[in-house]
Nanobody, 124 residues
Framework: QVTLAESGGGLVQAGGSLRLSCVASGRAFNSYAMGWFRQAPGKEREFVAAISWSGSSFNYAESVKGRFTVSRDLNKNAVYLQMNSLKPDDTAVYYC?????????????????WGQGTQVTVSS
């Protein structure tokens, strides 16, 4: 069994920054790619960023490119999302998830374990 726990969300003004963390418990965390998704009220869950098992390959949604950075620390079983230049449109619940493979993917259906989410609210 794998458990993912996100933290670091909160309320921030537009233009500000937040760093989300996701710590995994359970075995074989380091063998799988990880991703971040978000869901705003009334909207479907959408892909934000993903990183390969080694951390050497990653991908971002167009809406966050140049502002968000995904990284991971294999020694700490953790993955991070650094969010800069935040906009009100970034307001959502952010989820980390583990894929069933080693390479990143944007498809939510390819992720088999999900955290409970952390709320990010960006005020204008």
């Amino acid at each position: 069994q794998v458990t993912l726990a996100e933290s670091g969300g909160g309320l921030v003004q537009a233009g500000g920054s937040l760093r989300l963390s996701c710590v995994a418990s359970g075995r074989a965390f380091n063998s799988y790619a990880m991703g971040w998704f978000r869901q705003a009220p009334g909207k479907e869950r959408e892909f934000v960023a993903a990183i390969s098992w080694s951390g050497s390959s990653f991908n971002y949604a167009e809406s966050v490119k140049g502002r968000f950075t995904v990284s991971r620390d294999l020694n700490k079983n953790a993955v991070y999302l650094q969010m800069n230049s935040l906009k009100p449109d970034d307001t959502a619940v952010y989820y980390c998830a583990r894929t069933s493979g080693t390479h990143w993917t944007t498809a939510a259906a390819q992720y088999d374990f999900w955290g409970q989410g952390t709320q990010v609210t960006v005020s204008s």
